[in-house]
């Protein structure tokens, strides 16, 4: 974060996955840990969350929530849990660091199955969360046969689906990962 700092460059710092200290069960993903995927307590999250935002405050420029919450190996509860994890890092990082942007836990969108299981109704909880992100994070890099068109078809969906929970205009859509030719997961 320092050497970031140096080069006057923007961070994102994503606050999840599940510390293995902090895991309520191994099983659940072993990505970057086991038991990464695993919903912590709320104590500990909260503690997390408030020692980062503690730490580095003006340092950094945006928080997302986790990466790519749709995925089990990556999070393992339900849309409504990460809302609500959502909502308790979004109070503590306005508190710590009120010019911080809040971006919401992000989804992959290729795999089709898993984006319509979580994305959808997470949008449903934040909603009744009284949207506490400034931005709404989506992960659209295609299959390794894909190209940027794809990425186009797969933003025009995430708007399509925003567009169905009522996000409000002020909500940002961020694509925060890209990458092109990689075989897997899926096709």
């Given amino acids: 974060i320092g050497n970031a700092n140096t ?5 994102l710092y994503v ?3 599940t510390p293995t200290w902090a895991a309520t ?8 840990n086991k038991g990464a995927a695993s919903v912590p307590k709320m104590k500990d999250w909260k503690s997390w969350v408030n020692a ?4 580095y405050g003006d340092s950094i420029e945006s928080y997302q929530i986790w990466n790519e919450a749709d995925l089990t190996n990556f999070w393992a509860g339900t849309p409504k849990q990460m809302a609500d994890l959502t909502k308790a ?4 990082i306005r508190k710590n660091d009120p010019t911080a942007k809040i971006v919401s836990a992000s989804s992959t969108v ?3 199955s898993s984006y319509k299981r979580f994305f959808p109704a997470y949008l449903k909880a934040l909603k009744k969360a009284k949207w506490p992100v400034d931005v709404i994070a989506v ?5 390794g046969k894909g190209n940027p068109g794809t990425r186009v078809d797969y933003i025009e969906k995430v708007q399509g689906d925003m567009k169905k929970a009522k996000v409000p205009a002020s909500k ?3 694509d925060t990962e890209v990458n092109y030719g990689i075989r897997g997961p899926g096709k």
């Fill in 110 to 112: 290729r795999l089709a």
């Fill in 25 to 32: 069960n191994k099983k659940q993903g072993t990505y970057p």
């Fill in 52 to 55: 980062v935002t503690k730490r």
């Fill in 139 to 143: 992960h659209t890099y295609p299959d």
């Fill in 7 to 11: 080069q006057n460059v923007q961070i």
């Fill in 89 to 92: 890092a979004a109070k503590i």
């Fill in 15 to 17: 606050l999840g996955g």
């Fill in 172 to 174: 940002a859509l961020w």
